[in-house]
């Protein structure tokens, strides 16, 4: 029977793993605490492995406070390398799967066009580069694994985008977004469903993988149809990045292309605002 650790059960998309397989009742899956799974101890991680002998391992923990990571490079590169160098070498040791989850951050952001995986990465941001170091660690070490990237992540659970824009806009009713940066949001619920499938069907064609939901947008996009779909009245206006600096640089575009996991996989993705709607009408309720 296939045994999976959980690492990063408590974060968002952990959150989202842990409803998927409560409501689909999939068996295996160990959601360990953080005080028992950090993956900077090493120790601790050994026990784990050594207690379950998992088959597969998906690695949800992340440092992901782009912003923040401009002046604490340090932490960023310590969960977001070490910390997957950590696991790859424990799944090494016990012939373990390593479902290891990045993001659309490692591009550079100045195309036009679908990024696929074979697309060059061009970090720039301290974030984007320790997660892009990540990923190159793991097959260095590991001849079985799944990485997949994905973008713009949300959910019912944890701190994101969709959360922070309904709070914003009904604090103060009108709020301005950037309308200059073209992605796909991502609800975390159709990534867990996707990570779990990938478990379940067995299918062995490892590698690097992209996933976001389907269609694209912009910041600006993404939150006005938030606020129409919660029936908010709120208004929101477009704005260029320039009016709004942040301490890290985000992709111009990272529209990704999901060509190569539909086919593997045989996986129907969501259009974003289909799965949107799902996520709003949870949080109403």
Request: charged fraction near 25%; proline fraction near 4%.
């Amino acid at each position: 029977m296939k045994k999976i650790l959980v690492f990063g059960a408590s974060g968002q998309l952990g959150n989202c793993l842990k409803e998927v397989v409560e409501d689909k009742a999939l068996e295996g899956y160990v959601f360990p605490d953080e005080s028992e799974a950090n993956i900077l101890d090493v120790n601790s991680l050994e026990k784990l492995f050594a207690k379950h002998d998992p088959t597969h391992c998906i690695n949800c923990a992340a440092y992901t406070a782009v912003d923040k990571a401009e002046n604490d490079r340090e932490t960023a590169y310590a969960v977001n390398k070490t910390g997957v160098e950590n696991l790859s070498d424990l799944c090494n040791s016990y012939d373990t799967v390593l479902i290891h989850i990045s993001t659309d951050f490692v591009f550079g952001g100045d195309g036009s066009t679908p990024l696929n995986e074979e697309d060059t990465t061009a970090p720039v941001s301290v974030y984007g580069r320790s997660k892009l170091d990540g990923e190159l660690v793991i097959p260095t070490v590991l001849n079985k694994y799944f990485i997949i990237r994905t973008g713009w992540l949300y959910s019912e659970y944890g701190n994101n985008f969709v959360k922070t824009i309904l709070r914003i806009g009904k604090e103060r009713g009108e709020i301005r977004v950037i309308n200059d940066q073209t992605g796909t949001p991502t609800y975390g619920i159709d990534l867990a469903k996707t990570v779990t499938e990938i478990i379940s069907s067995g299918i062995t064609k490892y590698g690097l993988y992209h996933y976001a939901n389907d269609g694209s947008t912009t910041w600006y996009g993404f939150a006005k149809q938030i606020h129409e779909l919660a029936g908010t009245g709120v208004k929101v206006l477009p704005i260029p990045t320039t009016e709004y600096p942040t301490p890290a640089k985000r992709p111009v575009y990272s529209v990704m292309d999901k060509s190569k996991i539909k086919q593997t996989f045989n996986l129907d993705i969501p259009q974003w605002e289909d799965s949107l709607k799902v996520c709003i009408s949870k949080l109403e309720n």
